[in-house]
């Protein structure tokens, strides 16, 4: 959908880093010790071909399959312990604030700051994640009360394409009048969704939190300001991104702990399909999305596309310019990152485009499951 949107702008970003480091050397190096426990355990039956061995990871294969290098983690203790292999979260009083909370609120001073917006000028609050860590009070409206916002908040999730449909559900409040200055927060815990007892996919994913603030163009005074010149949304159902991890699943027949590492309980995809399949979807959307923005391609000077894989990032990049992009025109933030589901896109846009010039043009876009894609097309005010 094409909208008249010339008033409504991004006028702050901001960014929450947690504070451990996981490299690829040490995920490789448990994985391979948790690989070599199994395969000795389990040796009769393999040997009887009962049970497959499990194969070792190497930091080669994660970087050319996903150009990751590292990930950042709020908790590391019990990633990397080959008998659990899986952090070590304490519950939280109720009375505390909860840990995505905690990250978001750490995103969002970090954008009023730069927006030159103060807590109670903000009367949307929305939280847009791939999870949240429960299902009721919403997260959102905790991150209001604890910043002093008002107005109204709400979580939603749309997988990895959240960040952008929330800025879209964000602009919309706006142009209703509904909200006169909204804060979108993406605290992305992706860790505990990880299963680090699979060589397909323990690499993935990392921990953050982005923010972004959105108001109409005449109340904005950030020095960095970018209005949105069209967005488009889209969702076609596949299973090839999925997990069967809910609140159904303890009430299944004969339920045991052992159910709760089940891969299904986890993040599962089958990268090939999704690939063959998401990648034309991507490239057709933003297509007919320059075109009916009347936008020649050359006119836009940088994308922040979604940091899930490197070799997703250039094909989308090399089909919309025929040619392969340079770190300038598709900045990449994944490989010190890992895949950040949402709030990938949004790293990248709040540390590339401080050098933007007035009137230069740029893309947010953003894909995953659903399938699902989101994409806004902004100019630097």
């Known amino acids: 959908m094409t909208d008249s949107l010339s008033h409504t702008v991004i006028s702050g970003t901001g960014v929450f880093t947690p504070p451990n480091v996981i490299t690829n050397e040490e995920l490789v ?25 499990l194969q070792k990871s190497t930091c080669d294969f994660i970087e050319k399959a996903s150009g990751i290098k590292q990930r950042y983690v709020m908790i590391k203790e019990g990633i990397l312990d080959t008998h659990r292999m899986m952090p070590i979260i304490p519950r939280r009083a109720d009375t505390e604030l909860s840990i995505t909370a905690e990250m978001g609120i750490a995103a969002a001073r970090e954008a009023l700051d730069r927006a030159g917006k103060k807590p109670e000028e903000i009367d949307l609050v929305i939280y847009g994640a791939s999870t949240s860590e429960r299902p009721w009070p919403a997260v959102a409206v905790e991150i209001q009360a604890a910043l002093g916002c008002t107005g109204y908040a709400f979580d939603m999730t749309v997988a990895c394409s959240t960040a952008t449909f929330a800025l879209s559900t964000a602009m919309d409040a706006l142009m209703s009048g509904t909200a006169t200055c909204a804060l979108v927060v993406n605290p992305e815990y992706t860790s505990p969704q990880i299963n680090f007892r699979d060589r397909d996919s323990h690499f993935i994913f990392g921990d953050v939190a982005t923010a972004c603030i959105l108001e109409k163009e005449e109340t904005a005074t950030g020095k960095h300001v970018f209005r949105v010149l069209d967005r488009r949304l889209q969702t076609h159902f596949s299973n090839n991104i999925r997990t069967n991890s809910s609140f159904l699943t303890k009430a299944e027949p004969d339920i045991t702990f052992q ?10 995809q089958q990268g090939r399909k999704v690939f063959k399949e998401l990648l034309p979807l991507i490239c057709n959307l933003v297509d007919n999305q320059l075109a009916g923005a009347k936008i020649d391609i050359r006119d836009i000077r940088r994308m922040w596309l979604h940091q899930a894989n490197i070799n997703m990032n250039l094909f989308v990049a090399r089909h919309l310019l025929g040619r392969d992009a340079q770190f300038d025109e598709a900045p990449i933030v994944l490989d010190q990152y890992a895949n950040t589901a949402s709030a990938g896109s949004i790293i990248a846009f709040h540390k590339y485009h401080d050098d933007l010039a007035s009137g230069d043009k740029g893309i947010i876009c953003s894909f995953g499951a659903g399938y699902s894609i989101g994409s806004l097309i902004v100019e630097k005010v």
Do not use: L, M, P, T
């Open 29 to 53: 190096g448990a994985f391979n010790a948790f690989a070599d426990d199994f395969n000795h355990k389990n040796s009769d039956a393999i040997a009887r071909g009962d049970v497959s061995a």
């Open 259 to 268: 159910r709760f590492y089940e891969q299904d309980q986890y993040f599962i």
